[in-house]
């Protein structure tokens, strides 16, 4: 296992390519929304708290956050998914294109409802999370319409991103049309992984799975010791004929793996501080296709994800970075 050490030069050289990179990112959107406020008493109707709300937002979540990374890191960013005809479908919509994310590869399903993530959080604590969402995998309609607009953008792109959240988007019918596609395209191909579809992505460029998913995912008790990693990595290449798997392992860095040659590689984590974790594998698997679409070798575009990560990890909620941060911390 060798420790990967580029030059602070040749990754700053491979910054200044990512601007204008067209990324693709097929996946579940959902809508993140947050009410805060403050907890003074127990409610006599019931021995809960009752929160004055101060402040009420909301953002881009599941694939839309992989997106507002993509779009902080200067990329052009287009979006596959579908939204419900609802207010939820609105503010979504609204909040990716005020980020600069094109959206016409969005189909409009009135059977489904857009997910919708409602936390409500109370002195720094969440209190209750309240989930709106429909499960079931798109109707055959929605389908061709969706892979339709993927297939037509395909092209025109330099790398796609698969973002599975286990909302009936990404189906094996949907990784199987989109790799083929992407195949004739000649762009690469990664995925963020559901540890329920964790065999279906047969195939791509790269995985970015944390280490929970990569051992869970193969169905195998989670170790932390690097012998057991490094044996695990070589089981998910040849279990599903990946170019690469790139596993994430908190505060003990990344591990790379690649097929050809097979080599294996350390990178040390570069978080100073962790205040949260929320969103990290967003900013991973962003960075990482902006490298490779920028012309990294894989060790190279792993180093930068990682990098990118410790920057995250360093602030309070789902974060996204710049380009001028990865440049600073350079």
Not at 1 to 17: A, Q
Not at 111 to 116: F, I, L
Not at 157 to 163: C, E, G, P, Q
Not at 283 to 299: D, K, M, N, Y
Request: include cysteine; charge should be positive; glycine fraction near 8%.
């Amino acid at each position: 296992m060798k420790t990967v050490r580029p030059s602070p030069k040749r990754l700053r050289t491979l910054l200044s390519r990512f601007r204008d990179k067209r990324i693709l990112v097929l996946g579940d959107l959902m809508l993140d929304h947050f009410i805060r406020g403050k907890v003074r008493r127990i409610s006599p109707e019931a021995p809960v708290p009752v929160v004055a709300v101060t402040e009420d937002s909301h953002m881009p979540g599941g694939s839309g956050n992989v997106c507002s990374n993509l779009a902080s890191l200067e990329a052009k960013v287009s979006v596959f998914s579908t939204i419900g005809d609802d207010l939820q479908g609105s503010h979504l919509m609204r909040d990716l294109e005020e980020r600069g994310v094109d959206t016409r590869g969005v189909v409009l399903d009135a059977n489904r409802v857009t997910t919708k993530k409602t936390r409500v959080v109370a002195d720094h604590q969440q209190v209750v999370r309240f989930d709106r969402e429909t499960l079931t995998p798109l109707s055959p309609a929605s389908h061709r319409d969706l892979m339709a607009r993927l297939e037509a953008a395909l092209p025109q792109a330099h790398a796609l991103i698969i973002s599975d959240y286990g909302k009936g988007i990404i189906t094996k019918t949907a990784v199987a049309q989109a790799l083929k596609a992407a195949r004739r395209a000649k762009i690469p191909v990664l995925v963020d992984p559901k540890i329920e579809h964790f065999l279906r992505y047969r195939g791509v460029d790269c995985m970015t799975p944390n280490l929970n998913e990569a051992f869970s995912g193969m169905g195998l008790p989670v170790r932390e010791d690097d012998a057991s990693v490094a044996e695990l990595g070589g089981k998910i290449l040849n279990r599903l004929k990946l170019r690469s798997v790139l596993i994430t392992r908190g505060e003990r860095g990344m591990t790379l793996f690649e097929s050809s040659p097979p080599r294996i590689w350390h990178i040390p984590t570069e978080a100073r501080e962790v205040f949260d974790v929320t969103g990290a594998g967003d900013t991973v698997i962003s960075t990482l296709a902006l490298a490779l679409a920028s012309g990294s070798r894989l060790e190279e575009a792993a180093c930068l994800a990682n990098l990118a990560a410790g920057i995250a990890v360093g602030k309070l909620g789902t974060a996204t970075i710049s380009v001028p941060e990865l440049r600073r911390r350079l």
